[in-house]
C-alpha cells in the first residue's frame, strides 16, 4: 500500500508507524485508518511503534471528515473501521508500543490505549472528550478505562472530559511511563530495541495470556498458563535462554 496519512519506517526489528496530520493534529480520517490498519501487519517486525507527527500523538475522528453523516453511517464507520483497527492493536502477535509526544484526544486516546505499551513525554494529556460534542466515549474506551484505572476514574474522565497529564496518568496506572521530554524519544527508541531483541514467543504469549485473563475465571486462567508457558518451553529461545542463564550472558534470541 502508498502511505499518504502516515509513514512507516522499519529498522532493527522495529516498524514505527507515524500518524502524519500535523495540520490537524493527525486526526483520524477514513484513509488513515485504512492505512493504519495495513501498517500494523507486522511481517519481519519484532515491535511496532505507533506515534504522531507534529506537537500531537492523535486529536481523535476528524470532525470535518464525519460531517453529515446520518447515525447507520456512524454505527458502520465504528464496526468497519475502528474495530478492525483496534482489534489489529490487541491481536498483533507483537508488542505493540504507543509513544504518545502530545494530546491523545478522544478516539486517539482509545488507539493509544490499545496498545500493549503507552511511554508517554510529560508534554502529553489524555482526554476522554466525547460528551463536549454530545457523543460518548467510542473505540474501546468504555471497556479499555475502567479496567486501567478502575469505574471511579473511568466515568469521571468520561462525564467531564477533562484532560489528564502524563505525569498523573502513569500514576493511577493508565499508561506504562511519562518522561521528561528531552528524553523521550530517545527512551522510547531504547525500549522498542530492547522488546525486538526479546524472545517473540514468549512476548506473543504474554499478550495472550494478559488478554485471555479479562474473561476467565482462575481455573481456565492457570489452564491457559500451563498452555501457554508449554509452548514457550519447546521453543529454541528458550534454550537459548537457560544457556544464556548459566553463561552468565545476555541471550541471543532468534525467534524460533
Known amino acids: 500500500m502508498e502511505y499518504r496519512m502516515i509513514e512507516v519506517a522499519e529498522a532493527g526489528g522495529v516498524r514505527i508507524v507515524t500518524l502524519n496530520r500535523p495540520e490537524v493534529m493527525n486526526a483520524l480520517n477514513a484513509p488513515m485508518r485504512a492505512e493504519l490498519r495495513a501498517a500494523l501487519e507486522p511481517g519481519e517486525a519484532r515491535v511496532i511503534v505507533l506515534t504522531g507527527a507534529g506537537r500531537a500523538f ?18 458502520r464507520i465504528l464496526a468497519e473501521e475502528y474495530v478492525p483497527l483496534l482489534m489489529a492493536i490487541v491481536e498483533s502477535p507483537v508488542p505493540v ?47 479499555l478505562l475502567p479496567r486501567l484505572v478502575g469505574s471511579a476514574r473511568a466515568m469521571g474522565q468520561m462525564l ?45 504469549r504474554v499478550k495472550q495470556a494478559l488478554r485471555a485473563s479479562a474473561g476467565n475465571g482462575l481455573e481456565e486462567q492457570l489452564a491457559t498458563e500451563a498452555r501457554l508457558q508449554a509452548e514457550c518451553a519447546g521453543t529454541e ?17 532468534a525467534g524460533r
Open 58 to 75: 492523535c486529536s481523535g475522528q476528524d470532525l470535518g471528515d464525519g460531517q453529515g453523516l446520518t447515525p447507520p453511517e456512524v454505527e
Open 97 to 143: 508500543i504507543a509513544a504518545v509526544g502530545g494530546p491523545a484526544v478522544g478516539a486517539g486516546a482509545s488507539l493509544a490505549l490499545a496498545c500493549d505499551v503507552v511511554i508517554a513525554s510529560e508534554a502529553a494529556v489524555f482526554s476522554q472528550s466525547f460528551t463536549r460534542i454530545g457523543l460518548i466515549p467510542d473505540a474501546g474506551s468504555t471497556w
Open 160 to 204: 467531564f472530559g477533562e484532560p489528564v497529564s502524563a505525569a498523573e496518568a502513569a500514576r493511577m496506572g493508565l499508561i506504562w511511563e511519562a518522561v521528561p521530554e528531552a528524553e523521550f524519544a530517545a527512551h522510547w527508541q531504547a525500549r522498542a530495541a530492547r522488546l525486538a531483541a526479546g524472545p517473540p514467543a514468549a512476548l506473543a
Open 237 to 253: 529461545d528458550f534454550a537459548e535462554g537457560v544457556r544464556a542463564f548459566m553463561d552468565k550472558r545476555a541471550p541471543r534470541f
